[in-house]
């Protein structure tokens, strides 16, 4: 049986594709995370939504020598999706140099091992944020990037070209490059979401915490030159994104690729501020949500949001999901983890 590995498998958008690998693919799935933003228990709640097993390492990417080891008995790889990067903007503001050791390191081993086990296929997560502030929207696969508004975004756009470097460079390697809006929301079975390890810098869960009095959300500037003043984004359920990269893979397994590397954006395409996704939070849950504003964050950027019809027209990609539904998901979510689940 051929084997997929998935980096940062234990994380949010990493768990929610192992459940969707597991699924719906005969793959056999490894699993690599080093609980830096995640935890075990990801694991088992994986487990109680899929039905057969899949192999997990505790490995660190930027130890090269523990990745070749720990996987030194592995073969027979059809590819790689790579989620493990730290992820967060405000923290990559706070800690630039964490963020460029991490994400650029893991992913410099990871390209190596690649290349040591002949892995044919590679799909990169990499996110909206290499737009910067664009100059039009929505912003499609071609848009100019401009300056990298926070680290974070900096570390996707040196990844992705890092990627296109090695793909010249070894034929052999195919790769799909994703670039993800905002993802948010949980499973739809309520039982398995976004859990940050520490205290969420990313709305969603600000929201979810802050309608149960265990967070105090403060919208980050309502000034900017939008519809309504406040930022603008595209968000995505993260099922959305998960699915993707089924379809990622079969598009590469299945060499309809035209080039070593394709690029795609994982967006709704549709633009929605920050009160507008506050508005949908407060219809969903009936919870009036109790927030004030603030000054604005740094590293945001405006306003950004997909045109997608490349995800469509090649990978037969399509979002399934309503801004409403990502935020009753995220809400079930958020109750099942005051129960305890
Ligand atoms: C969204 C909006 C904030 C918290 C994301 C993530 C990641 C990446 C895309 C893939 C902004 C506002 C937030 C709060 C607020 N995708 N906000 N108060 O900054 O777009 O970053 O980039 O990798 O999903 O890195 O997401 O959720 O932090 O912010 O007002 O307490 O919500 O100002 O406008 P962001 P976010």
Redesign the pocket.
């Known amino acids: 049986m051929k084997t997929i590995i998935v980096t940062g498998g234990a994380g949010y958008i990493g768990s929610h594709t192992l459940i969707e690998l597991l699924n719906n693919t005969d793959y056999n799935i490894v699993s690599i995370d080093n609980f830096s933003n995640s935890s075990v228990a990801s694991y088992d709640r994986v487990k109680k939504l899929v039905s057969r097993p899949f192999q997990t390492f505790n490995i660190d990417l930027c130890n090269e020598n523990d990745l070749r080891l720990q996987l030194s008995g592995l073969t027979n790889i059809e590819g790689v999706i790579h989620f493990a990067a730290f992820?967060?903007?405000?923290d990559s503001v706070a800690d630039p140099v964490l963020y460029y050791f991490n994400n650029i390191n893991s992913l410099n081993n990871l390209l190596k091992f690649s290349k040591e086990k002949q892995i044919r296929n590679f799909i990169f997560?990499?996110?909206?944020?290499v737009y910067g502030n664009a100059d039009e929207l929505p912003v499609t696969e071609d848009t100019p990037l401009k300056k990298a508004e926070s680290p974070?975004?900096h570390t996707?756009q040196i990844g992705e070209e890092i990627i296109r470097f090695f793909c010249a460079s070894n034929p052999w390697l195919n790769a799909v490059i994703l670039r993800?809006?905002?993802?948010?929301g949980a499973h739809m079975s309520g039982l398995t979401g976004e859990l940050p390890v520490t205290k969420p810098?990313?709305?969603?869960p600000?929201i979810t915490q802050t309608a149960l009095g265990k967070n105090t959300?403060?919208?980050?500037?309502s000034d900017y030159n939008t519809r309504d003043g406040?930022?603008?984004?595209d968000y995505i359920h993260v099922t959305d994104i998960a699915d993707a990269h089924i379809k990622a893979l079969h598009y590469l397994t299945e060499h309809r690729n035209k080039k070593s590397v394709s690029l795609y954006n994982l967006g709704t395409g549709n633009g929605v501020s920050?009160l507008e996704?506050i508005q949908s939070f407060e219809k969903v849950s009936g919870k009036k949500l109790n927030y004030g504003v603030g000054p604005?964050?740094e590293?945001?950027?405006v306003a950004?949001y997909a045109n997608n019809s490349l995800a469509k027209e090649e990978l037969g990609w399509s979002p399934q999901y309503s801004l409403d539904d990502m935020m009753l998901s995220a809400w079930k979510w958020q109750l099942t983890i005051e129960k305890g689940g």
């Open positions: 992820k967060s903007v405000p997560s990499s996110s909206c944020s974070y975004g996707k993800y809006f905002n993802p948010v810098n990313n709305l969603a600000i959300l403060t919208v980050f500037g406040y930022c603008v984004r920050v996704v604005r964050r590293g945001d950027v950004v």
